[in-house]
């Protein structure tokens, strides 16, 4: 034991300390409070046994992990480590520097940090750099100014090629007002790679490209005659592939964006339109949805963005029997290839349902249905030298999922007891021209009991589970009974649990597997003796599966995993 706490200590003397995002308000600074300390520490064990002996598995695993939070009037430095018998790693939860200082209605960030202004703008891309959040009243007003991407040069050693990149700075903005019945805004965004941040060439395969970008989004929501709404946000992208190639150029025509932007002869000028309208009352709702973005739609405020795409959603709601019975549905249809450039169109059609009851006593239940349809639709192409030998051709995927619960709890301070059954459907396939293929069918169910005697601190249930698929001229069965139980002392310290349950496997109507699994567990809290030595915890877990029968060419009878661990908080 000596001997770990020498490796433990002499491993703690190579940590490196950082500071995480804090936020920190006038309130929270006290210089009177000096430094505290928080964390906590656990050791946990755990041991295997297995009859295969190809399962390549440590019989003994033992790691240490350890917490520690530092605050220094109102600053928090936090870090952690991990430590084992495989492998030492030491692991900080931030890898970066902030500081978010807020007096009232001013919130300023510093450091490394990321703000969200619009989804088709600055889009919750991480920045290091500085900005402010200024919300007097119904206004806000936000702005930034840092370093999206940091320069970072080929290395032929490291093969670094995937991790190349030019140096990019960026900044934005965004103000908008919120009043009881509207709410508008406008953002803008713009970043840019620095040509000269690399010194030394890339290689093509890299593909990397200087780039240029901005976009300007607006935004405003207008609620009507209490009960009705209408919302809408347009934004547009003048995105540069690469500002090297055709600087200065003129793009073809002369529009106004190329005056006010001075676009160049590879600029791709794209817009996004999102918008809905509806009703939401008390009793009842629908909302109408629609949204459009073009084709190459990107912004370098982001990391992920989907394009060449238009939806249509309607989306329907209606309460029963005072707010007991709610029925909600959704009926959506999406396009793309909006440019007509592409080989393929996909037309992509998603439906679903859902009811839910509950009569706040007794009763609980609900019944979903959704079904996902997509159709492909692949346009002959015509060349001087090559013929299409393929026509119009149509594919279809279909998938079709239906789930329902029904659950009755009853009971009184002595004993309380429920049921609760479920059961789903899915469906899928696939058709191409007059060609059915790639059927599949999923049933699952599944039943449960349980009651507890709340004066004697003891609960138990029983259940049976099923779940049949056939797929691929294949049917698989699953399914088996399970009984569990739990029972915890007065003072609530410790908790018992342990539990049993038999599963069959067929396959194609022949016995494939069984196996039983059974498991017991424990958690013991120690009192605190005082609030100094903190709060002590010991976990414990038995699990053992055994292979009554199976047709598998490894042999495997049983599995043993067991779990201690013991962990202290201050």
Not at 259 to 287: I, M
Not at 329 to 345: H, I, P, Q, S
Request: hydrophobic share 35%; charged share 20%.
């Amino acid at each position: 034991m000596k001997k770990a706490y020498i490796v433990l200590a002499s491993f703690l003397l190579l940590i490196q300390v950082q500071l995480k995002a804090v936020e920190i308000t006038p309130d929270a600074i006290d210089f009177k409070k000096g430094l505290t300390a928080s964390g906590g520490l656990s050791f946990n064990n755990t041991f295997y046994q297995g009859s295969d002996s190809l399962i390549k598995r440590d019989p003994y695993v033992y790691t240490l992990c350890g917490t520690l939070n530092l605050n220094y009037i109102g600053i928090d430095l936090p870090f952690s480590f991990a430590l084992s018998n495989t492998s030492k790693e030491y692991t900080q939860p931030f890898n970066r520097f902030q500081i978010a200082p807020q007096y009232k209605w001013v919130k300023l960030y510093l450091g490394s940090t990321s703000m969200t202004f619009s989804p088709y703008t600055l889009a919750g891309h991480d920045f290091r750099g500085v900005g402010v959040e200024l919300t007097p009243k119904n206004w806000y007003v936000g702005a930034m100014y840092g370093r999206f991407l940091k320069a970072i040069e080929y290395d032929p050693l490291e093969k670094n090629i995937d991790d190349v990149s030019y140096k990019r700075m960026g900044y934005a903005a965004k103000v908008g007002w919120t009043g009881a019945s509207t709410s508008v805004n406008a953002t803008f965004f713009h970043a840019e790679d620095d040509v000269n941040s690399l010194k030394y060439d890339v290689p093509a395969e890299a593909d990397l490209h200087p780039k240029e970008n901005t976009a300007i989004s607006a935004y405003i929501r207008q609620a009507l005659f209490k009960y009705f709404f209408v919302q809408a946000e347009y934004a547009f992208s003048l995105y540069n592939t690469d500002i090297r190639t055709a600087e200065g150029a003129p793009a073809e025509g002369s529009t106004f964006a190329d005056k006010l932007f001075g676009r160049k002869g590879n600029d791709r000028f794209v817009d996004a339109l999102n918008a809905s309208v509806g009703y939401a009352g008390p009793v009842w709702g629908l909302s109408f949805c629609y949204e459009r973005i073009a084709p190459y739609y990107q912004t370098l405020g982001g990391y992920y963005f989907t394009d060449d795409k238009e939806d249509y959603t309607l989306a329907p709601y209606v309460k029963f029997l005072g707010g007991k019975l709610n029925v909600s549905g959704k009926l959506g249809f999406e396009f793309n290839n909006l440019n007509n450039l592409k080989a393929n169109d996909n037309r992509r059609v998603v439906g679903s349902v859902t009811g839910a009851f509950s009569d706040g006593k007794h009763w609980t239940s609900s019944l979903s249905y959704s079904n996902f349809s997509n159709y492909t639709k692949y346009k002959k192409q015509a060349y001087p030298y090559y013929v299409d030998q393929l026509d119009t051709l149509n594919f279809y995927q279909v998938n079709q999922n239906l789930t329902g619960m029904l659950g009755y709890n009853w009971g009184d301070t002595i004993r309380t007891q429920g049921v609760a059954g479920t059961a789903s459907y899915q469906f899928g396939n696939q058709e191409k021209g007059d060609v059915s293929f790639a059927k599949q069918r999923v049933w699952s169910s599944s039943l449960n009991f349980s009651q507890n005697f709340v004066k004697r601190r003891v609960n138990w249930g029983a259940s049976v589970s099923m779940n049949y698929a056939d797929a691929s001229q294949m049917e698989n069965l699953f399914w088996g009974p399970g009984l569990n139980g739990g029972w915890h002392n007065k003072s609530g310290q410790l908790n018992v649990t342990a539990g049993v349950a038999y599963n069959v496997n067929d396959l194609n109507g022949k016995r494939y597997s069984s196996l039983l699994n059974s498991n017991a567990g424990f958690t013991y809290s120690l009192k605190q003796i005082d609030q100094k030595f903190g709060n002590h915890a010991v976990n414990g877990n038995v699990g053992l599966t055994n292979w009554l029968e199976t047709n598998s060419k490894t042999r495997n009878d049983f599995e043993f995993l067991a779990t201690l661990s013991y962990s202290v908080n201050f």
